[in-house]
Each structure stands twice: as C-alpha cells, then as structure tokens.
C-alpha cells in the first residue's frame, strides 16, 4: 500500500513526501481510513509504529476537507499524559500540516498560563494539552472546548496510570457529546477496556503489534551483577563497547540523578531526565541525546515514555521495572525501523523475581552473559526493593544507588512520586501556524 492510495488531500500527501516516507505503516494503513469515514476508533499501539501520524494525518485531512468560515474555534482536542508527548505530537501538527493553513497549539502546566491565554485568544484550531492544564484554562473560562469535532486521547493507559481519569472525565464533560473519539493505548488493560466502553460509540479496533511481545530485532540479555556493583559494570560496558547512545532506565529519580553524575565522573557525556527537572532541561538534555553530544541519557519510566528517538541502538535496564509491561515499553525503544537493537538488563539478586514475571510475560527466557569480573557473589542475599526516597538525600545513599534508612518501600511503581499527579511543565506555549 501507498500513501497516495488512502484518500488523503494533495497538501498532507506533499508533507509525507517532505518527510521521505513512502508506505503507511502497519497501524497507519488500518487507522487512517477509520477515520477518514469518521469512525471512532481504538487503536492498540505502541510508540514507534507511527502511531503519531495514524491519527494525525486523517485528523488534518478532515479538516481540510471541511473548513469552517468565521472565526476559529478548537476543533480537534489531542489529550497527552506528559509534556513531552504533548510537545511531540504537536510538532507532527505542525509537520504534516504544513501546507495547510491550520493554528496549534500545545499546552501543559509549569509555565505561565498568560502566553497560553493570548495564544487561545488568537484563535487555535488543533489543540494539544495535559489534562491538569487544560483543566486550569478551563476553570479561568480561557478555553472554549464547544466546536471540538475530534477528541484523541494518546497514550490513554499511561494517563491512567498516572491517574488522570477524573481530569479525563471533567475534560470529556467540556466538549460536545457528538463527536468523533480516537483513543491510543499500548495495552489493552481492563481499565481500558472500561474507558472505550464509556467513551467509545461503536469503535473499530485496531492492533499494531501483538499484545506483549517484544520487538524482534532486539536482542535481550542479563547480566547478572551485585547491586553495588552495577554502575561500574555500566560504565565498563560503555566504555569496552564504545556504546555512544545509550538510554538507561532507573526507578526512581534520585537514582537517575546518581547515576548520571557517576557517569560524568567517569568521564562519560550523561544527563538524567525525570519529573523534577525543568521543561528546559529536559528538552535540553533530549536535544543534546538525539545529535549525539550526549553519549547517555537516563531517564525513568515516566519520563521517557513517549519519547522519539529513531533507532536507539541501545538501552540498558539498569533496574528492572517492577510491573513486566513496562520492560516491553523500555526495550521498544531500540531496534526500530529495521535496525537491530540490543537491550540489557544489570539484574541482581533482589530483582530475581521481577526478572522472572517478566520472562513470563514474554513467553520465554531472556539469555544471560557473564560479564567478566562482574560474577555476583552468592553470599549476597536478596534485600526488598526501595522506591521512593522519601525522608533520605541523595547523599545519605549507598554508591549502589539504594536508599539507606527512611525509605519507603512497596509504593507502586506506576503511581508518580509526590502529588499523584504527574509534574507537569512547560515548553512551547507559542501557537503555531501552518
Ligand atoms: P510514533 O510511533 O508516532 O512515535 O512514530 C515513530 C517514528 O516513525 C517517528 O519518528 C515518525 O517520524 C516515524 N514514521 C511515522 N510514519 C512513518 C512512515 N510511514 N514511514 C517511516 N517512518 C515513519
């Protein structure tokens, strides 16, 4: 299949030449004529299909195809759980609409609310957001969601995660009760399931991978690895490989920052990305990570969900997720496009059975490679996993990265520390034109 096949106006046809790509993917082919016809869909797709322009693409065909006279109004309502998705996806607004005359926007707290005002004053025909921010907007009456045509939200089981279904709610309650619904989700969890049932009216579905399964050009492996030994296996493993761009998964905040610093020390260009630091910084360390100045970027599972980077050759599980799922969202980041990828988890003695759910969920048995001088030692027993660092500095730490005393322990992974909301920050608050 062509793109030049699916029905799209001449103006989006020349951005996806403008972008090189030739053949819809997978997700793409199966979205687009959904909604083009104007259907509701659900969509099981993980980031890196393309799911981005699946929905997209049709979104501005349709509007193209129906332009309204008079002044502008929001007309498509993109939801996101972090900024930098929300950021992202605006960007493919802006890439695929540019031959079209379209006004975006996006919008997430952190920033001040007044560049957002004038630039919804001004007239927004696409709008992005995290929900808590737009729901400020809403309360102020600076955002009137009442011609919204189209409402997508992206990324849906993450906004669950980080509990955003009541500002989903209250959002869905500020836009008219006809309209099309698009909901993007890299599971198919029973809570989602609840949410398409009260969202969705007669949905097509749509799956772009199989539930689960790990992509297969990546090539997995452990290294077995006492705990207070892993991040000088790390860096031995940056350095004896020549790994030059490499993201690395930590729990907790804190234990990225640690890390990062332990490489720098090491010699080695990293930067950490989580909630706590600035939109600046993020976007910052992101940009430097993409042209290669930055040889290592980590992140935790919340921040570097939904992150772009096209072709990652590796990604180091430095701790293992303690739900399975997310293993598969980390590891999906590398081998994409048809480059090979490897991802390799530094397991110790206390993520045993994190590693073995997770083998499970994938059916099958990740090989491990001795490292050599890096053999645990067995007299080492398996101590609880700590996740929040609650009541301790990151000085009071031991060099493995865990806390000393005063940490919690069994928080669940997927809950963000702190509010129980996400943090939510600033990047672009500019209107875009098209
Ligand atoms: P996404 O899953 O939306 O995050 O997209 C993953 C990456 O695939 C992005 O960098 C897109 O620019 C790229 N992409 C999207 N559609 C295509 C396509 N049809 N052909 C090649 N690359 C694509």
């Not at 996006?106 to 630039?119: C, D, E, L, Y």
């Not at 997310?326 to 048809?338: E, K, N, P, Q, S």
Request: proline content about 6%; aromatic content about 4%.
């Amino acid at each position: 299949m062509k793109f030049t096949e699916l029905g799209l106006v001449p103006e989006i046809l020349r951005s996806i030449a403008d972008q090189g790509y030739e053949t819809p993917t997978p997700i793409q082919a199966q979205a687009i004529p959904v909604v083009l016809a104007g259907r509701d869909l659900m969509a099981c797709a993980q980031t890196g299909t393309g799911k981005t322009a699946g929905f997209t693409l049709p979104i501005l065909n349709r509007l193209a195809a129906s332009r309204l006279t008079g002044p502008r109004k929001i007309r498509v309502l993109i939801l996101t759980p972090t900024r930098e998705l929300a950021a992202q996806v605006e960007e493919s607004v802006r890439t695929y609409g540019a031959h079209l005359p379209f006004k975006s926007l996006v919008m997430f707290g952190g920033v001040g609310m007044n560049p957002q005002i004038s630039a919804l004053r001004g007239g927004i025909d696409i709008l992005v957001a995290t929900p808590g921010r737009l729901l400020d907007h809403a309360q102020q009456r600076n955002v009137d969601l009442s011609g919204v045509e189209v409402l997508v939200l992206d990324e849906a089981d993450r906004m669950l995660d980080m509990g955003f279904i009541h500002d989903i709610k209250r959002v869905i309650k500020l836009v008219p009760k006809t309209r099309q619904n698009l909901l993007f989700s890299a599971t198919f969890s029973d809570e989602i399931r609840t949410l398409a049932g009260s969202f969705l009216v007669e949905p097509e579905y749509v799956e772009s991978e199989r539930r689960n399964t790990a992509p297969d050009l990546v090539r997995q492996y452990v290294h077995k690895v006492d705990r207070e030994r892993k991040r000088d296996l790390l860096v031995d493993l940056i350095r004896d490989n020549g790994w030059y761009q490499v993201l690395v998964f930590t729990r907790t905040k804190w234990g990225a920052n640690g890390l990062a610093d332990k490489l720098l020390k090491a010699g080695i260009e990293a930067d950490a990305i989580h909630g706590n630091k600035s939109q600046n910084a993020r976007t910052r360390a992101l940009a430097n990570f993409k042209s290669g100045k930055l040889h290592v970027l980590v992140a935790t599972d919340i921040a570097a969900r939904g992150i772009d980077i096209n072709e990652l050759p590796h990604v180091v599980n430095f701790e293992l997720p303690n739900v399975a799922e997310d293993y598969v969202h980390r590891i999906g980041r590398t081998g994409r496009a048809g480059t090979e990828g490897s991802a390799v988890s530094l397991v110790c003695v206390d993520e045993n059975k994190l590693l073995h759910d997770i083998e499970r969920l994938l059916k099958k048995q990740i090989e491990v490679v001795a490292y050599p001088d890096y053999a645990p030692d067995p007299s080492i027993r398996a101590e609880p996993i700590l996740m929040r660092s609650a009541g301790t500095r990151a000085g009071q730490r031991s060099p493995g990265g865990r806390p000393g005393s005063g940490g919690q322990r069994g928080n669940s992974p997927r809950a963000p520390s702190g509010t129980g909301k996400p943090a939510v920050g600033s990047h672009r608050s500019g209107s875009r034109h098209h």
